[in-house]
């Protein structure tokens, strides 16, 4: 199962870009990169999600090295509704299941 | 988007009693739903992949006649937490994945379930 490890905590400021940098060195050749964002009381709700270069939609960008081991997501232009934790999983194939793992996450605290 | 919807959002029960949560998959059929709880403060724990039409596959340590899981269609799957106690208490959150056209899988979830058992 690849593991992901991120920074527990960050914080910014209004109208700055984060970037969030998980690593995944054990990723496997067919696994997708996904990242989820979660408010308290929710459940996490999807941010963007790539395999391989730099995927971009209407809120963030998510940048993965040609080796796959890292990837790094890209806000910009931070709100204080962006304070939330952050999740990087890397799907995991096991007997026909595509499991999610969520790692520790990183709390994101955007200040005034 | 795709809905994954849960029920109830939150529930209060007594000490020693069941309690189910159902996950539905509003307009999508999943063959597939996971189920996780979270801690305050924590990241979400998988306890347990729901297979529509099979058993369902729990992860270790996870009491399977403890966590009662049913997923018997293709929209639907129930958690049962049986004889609950405080330790129990915590946030019920569930998935349902749909593969995509290129090998990768898209997750959705629900808005989680607060169980506090008292």
């Known amino acids: 199962l690849a593991k992901t490890t991120q920074p527990i905590s960050m914080d910014s400021y209004e109208g700055q870009e984060v970037n969030i940098t998980c690593s995944h060195n054990?990723?496997?050749?067919?696994?997708?990169i996904t990242w989820y964002q979660q408010f308290p009381s929710q459940g996490p709700r999807f941010i963007i999600q790539g395999y391989k270069t730099k995927v971009t939609n209407e809120v963030a960008s998510l940048f993965i090295p040609a080796d796959r081991k890292s990837s790094t997501l890209s806000l910009p232009r931070v709100s204080l509704s962006d304070t939330a934790v952050y999740y990087c999983l890397v799907g995991a194939r096991m007997d026909s299941s595509y499991k999610l793992i969520f790692g520790s996450g990183t709390r994101l605290l955007v200040r005034p | 988007g795709a809905v994954v919807s849960q029920h109830p959002s939150r529930v209060i029960c007594k000490s020693g009693t069941s309690v189910k949560i159902e996950c539905r998959s509003l307009?999508?059929?999943?063959?597939?739903m996971f189920w996780y709880r979270q801690f305050p403060k924590q990241s979400l724990m998988l306890m347990a992949t729901s297979n529509e039409g099979s058993k369902a596959t729990y992860e270790q340590g996870v009491e399977k006649d403890k966590f009662l899981i049913n997923h018997a269609s293709l929209t639907l799957s129930t958690l049962t937490v049986t004889s609950a106690h405080p330790e129990d208490s915590s946030f019920y959150i569930c998935?349902?994945?749909?593969?995509?056209?290129?090998?990768?899988?898209?997750?959705?979830f629900g808005q989680g379930t607060r169980l506090t058992v008292v």
């Open positions: 998935s349902a994945s749909i593969p995509g056209g290129q090998g990768n899988t898209e997750a959705f």
């Open positions: 307009d999508f059929q999943a063959t597939t």
């Open positions: 054990n990723i496997a050749t067919n696994d997708y």
